[in-house]
């Protein structure tokens, strides 16, 4: 949903609930650099990776969104979800329903999820112009748009573009978890 009024963030997280043992490495932190990736598809049938966005002054990866584009910053939506809801195919169909206008990827390998420690959809991270995770967690404090008083992301982002630290660099992320598959052992 896109919340209106507010500057809002979808993050398409697809983010997910983790068991230890299925993760391949430590979770990202904030100050960590930035897990990398290349060869995602997204909704245009196109690779794309973390280096196509050089010139973005901050990132929004979300494990789905609005953005402030016109300020620089490139909102990345993510999906890691491999049931058959959340595949590519309904992917497209839900983009082109909603008019997104942001690269919306899938990596059905779910490494990205992994990687970055994403656990429920959303689950925001916040990248700053050297690619160092900057933020992590919620978009705001209420499930209830119309109820939040604080707009994590949106103050995250104001902080990296005039070029300071977010006023509050990890917040407790909420929403539906992520179904990672198994690893075999």
Request: proline letters at 5%; hydrophobic letters at 40%; charged letters at 30%.
């Amino acid at each position: 949903m896109i919340r209106k009024g507010t500057i809002s963030f979808m993050m398409v997280a697809a983010a997910m609930a983790l068991a230890p043992s299925a993760l391949a490495a430590e979770a990202s932190k904030v100050g960590d650099a930035a897990p990398d990736w290349s060869g995602i598809i997204g909704i245009d049938d196109k690779e794309h990776s973390l280096a196509d966005y050089k010139e973005a002054k901050a990132i929004v990866l979300v494990f789905t969104c609005n953005d402030y584009g016109p300020k620089g910053v490139q909102v990345i939506a993510v999906n890691v979800n491999n049931i058959p809801a959340d595949r590519l195919d309904k992917m497209k169909e839900r983009a082109k329903a909603k008019g997104f206008n942001f690269p919306y990827i899938y990596d059905s390998s779910q490494k990205m999820g992994h990687d970055y420690g994403a656990k429920v959809t959303p689950h925001v991270f916040g990248l700053d112009k050297d690619r160092k995770i900057a933020y992590i967690g919620a978009i705001d404090n209420s499930q209830k748009p119309d109820r939040a008083d604080k707009h994590y992301v949106r103050d995250a982002l104001d902080a990296l573009l005039a070029g300071n630290k977010p006023p509050q660099a990890e917040t407790k992320a909420f929403g539906c978890s992520i179904k990672y598959e198994k690893k075999a052992e």
